[in-house]
């Protein structure tokens, strides 16, 4: 009786320890005044981020004909995500690492990102609050206020 009691007790354990690592995949976008509009994918433990503000204003400077190239990569990182230690362990296109450590908060991701300061808050694609912030966003002010 006492092995059955001590392995139903173990079980649930595990099981509490298992749910309490949210499963956070899914299609995030942040709305920052200084990066624009960012989207992230999370699909298991692969991750995509793109700065899609950034890769426009990139694309209207460097169009014309003597207009500048523009480096964008910095404006696409991959990698994979440890949903147990919190961490994101990104590349960009050129292969430079970024390590980044992150927050869940609900149906937010707060991501961490060392010399930036505050963090960058991610919403959840179709949440509630995801619609009033992206509604309330000025996309096109943030783009022309930008600079590389």
Not at 79 to 104: C, F, H, P, Q
Request: glycine fraction near 6%; charged fraction near 30%; charge should be negative.
């Amino acid at each position: 009786m006492k092995k059955i009691i001590t392995l139903l007790t173990i079980v649930s354990v595990f099981a509490m320890l298992v749910g309490c690592s949210k499963d956070v995949s899914g299609d995030y976008k942040a709305f920052n005044k200084n990066a624009g509009i960012v989207e992230m994918s999370i699909y298991e433990e692969d991750i995509d981020v793109i700065f899609s503000s950034r890769n426009e204003y990139a694309e209207i400077m460097s169009s014309g004909l003597f207009a500048p190239d523009i480096d964008t990569s910095m404006n696409k990182l991959t990698g994979k995500i440890d949903s147990k230690k919190k961490e994101m362990k990104l590349r960009n296109e050129a292969g430079d690492k970024v390590d980044v450590t992150y927050e869940v908060d609900g149906d937010k991701i707060i991501m961490n990102i060392e010399g930036l300061g505050k963090g960058i808050t991610f919403y959840k694609e179709d949440t509630d609050e995801y619609k009033e912030k992206s509604s309330k966003f000025d996309e096109e002010s943030v783009i022309n206020n930008m600079s590389y």
